[in-house]
């Protein structure tokens, strides 16, 4: 295959079709737009990435290595689907593995780590969660801004390894997150929880920071937790 039709070419900034392909299904996943238990058919991801099979199959097997699609062998791909055990899975290592990358921090972070903390957290409260149009659907504006901040709280921890499984279990978190924007959002004040993390980060209170950040998921995950204990 030559340089034009491989899903290895490169493309500006040192990206592939295949990381384009990636992208795009994945975001079509996060964003309900393929729910869980869909089929994933090639025909229809080649017209959503306007690409060759071949990029589409190796975003596929990417999606599939990180949870987020399965392949069986009679239907081919779909979306995977949510569980409880799943859930329960990623929220004790969000805070296990977050709280830890807090605690270090704090620990470890400056002026510099206070100004972007103290930044991400303005501009993420200046935006509603939920779109105009659909309160319970959320914003593509907060949701940039909310991954930012939670990032932005543990930037300083000083482990890439640590910062790239915090991004990965962030990511397998967002599908179920999704979810708790129209089940939560009249009993919960997360803009509250939010301001209340920073608050003690900004304190460098170690152990109320964790406190906080992990009753922050496990508020997230006991909503959704209800939600599919009842659809079940």
Known sequence: MNAA????????GGRTLAN????????AILTGRF?????LRFADLQALCGMSVTPVREALARLTAEGFAVLDDHRGY???????????DITANRKRCEGEALRLSIARGDAEWEARIVASHHLLSRLPQGREDMPSVISAGWDARHAAYHQALISACGSPILL???????????????????LAGAQRDAA???????????????DAAVEALQAHYQNTADAIEAFLETAG
């Open 164 to 182: 790239d499984i915090c991004a990965r279990l962030f990511a397998h978190a967002d599908r179920y997150r999704r979810i708790s924007v129209s």
């Open 78 to 88: 779909s979306v995977a689907s949510l569980s409880l055990s799943e859930l329960r």
């Open 35 to 39: 729910r869980p238990g869909d089929r």
């Open 20 to 27: 384009d392909a990636y992208e795009r299904v994945r975001a």
């Open 5 to 12: 039709g491989t899903s290895r070419s490169a493309k500006p």
């Open 192 to 206: 509250a929880e939010h301001r209340l993390i920073l608050e003690r980060a900004l304190a460098r209170d170690a």
